[in-house]
T-cell receptor, first 117, second 114 residues
Framework: DGGITQSPKYLFRKEGQNVTLSCEQNLNHDAMYWYRQDPGQGLRLIYYSQIVNDFQKGDIAEGYSVSREKKESFPLTVTSAQKNPTAFYLC????????????????FGEGSRLTVL | GENVEQHPSTLSVQEGDSAVIKCTYSDSASNYFPWYKQELGKRPQLIIDIRSNVGEKKDQRIAVTLNKTAKHFSLHITETQPEDSAVYFCAARPGPGGYQKVTFGIGTKLQVIP
């Protein structure tokens, strides 16, 4: 059953700690994305990656870091430098041009809710 | 970079009425415009999309229109039902080639009143 899996679903962090959110997909998608969702602010792009070992900053990358060592995996680290990390984080993947058929629709994970205590 | 504006932020309609959500985009290089629906506590899912070479697309009760000149696209839902209640997001993405950044609007919370 193909899909995109995020873990953990809920995470609590003390101030000053780094945390890493996991995102794994078995859809054979090249492109992967991390979004942050806050009430009234929609989905804001943190980082995205179109291919292994390459990633780009989105609109709100400060205080976050990512890696893309494997096609299937795109973990997001929320560092202590992120001033307001409490939020709902969504990972997504999609096909890229030339990668078979399809509209290039984004497939989202179920999200990870991070709360800083 | 691309900027997508969406309005209204909230919308209440009576069951059976129509709902319209509007978005504008800034980057003329954008050529793919999807709409996602997010039900409470669930992940966003694609409901309809349109490419820049098409002016309108329909799928049963939902339709999307695109005005490239005005950089404006809209979602139309007819004969609304309670299960249409959700948050709807518009998005824009550039064409093939280069970095495929997908930019979303702030979302519209649609409430269908039975």
């Amino acid at each position: 059953d193909g899909g995109i899996t995020q873990s953990p679903k809920y995470l609590f962090r003390k101030e000053g700690q780094n945390v890493t959110l996991s995102c794994e997909q078995n859809l054979n998608h090249d492109a992967m994305y991390w979004y942050r969702q806050d009430p009234g602010q929609g989905l804001r792009l943190i980082y995205y990656s179109q291919i292994v070992n390459d990633f780009q900053k989105g609109d709100i990358a400060e205080g976050y870091s990512v890696s893309r060592e494997k096609k299937e995996s795109f973990p997001l680290t929320v560092t202590s430098a992120q001033k307001n990390p409490t939020a709902f984080y969504l990972c997504a993947s999609r096909t890229t041009p030339g990668q078979g058929t399809g509209t290039g629709e984004l497939f989202f994970g179920e999200g990870s809710r991070l709360t800083v205590l | 970079g691309e900027n997508v504006e969406q309005h209204p932020s909230t919308l209440s309609v009576q069951e059976g009425d129509s709902a319209v959500i509007k978005c504008t985009y800034s980057d003329s290089a954008s050529n793919y415009f999807p709409w996602y629906k997010q039900e409470l506590g669930k992940r966003p899912q694609l409901i309809i999309d349109i490419r820049s070479n098409v002016g309108e697309k329909k799928d049963q009760r939902i339709a999307v229109t695109l005005n490239k000149t005005a950089k404006h696209f809209s979602l139309h839902i007819t004969e609304t039902q309670p299960e249409d209640s959700a948050v709807y997001f518009c998005a824009a993405r550039p064409g093939p080639g280069g970095y495929q950044k997908v930019t979303f609007g702030i979302g519209t919370k649609l409430q269908v009143i039975p």
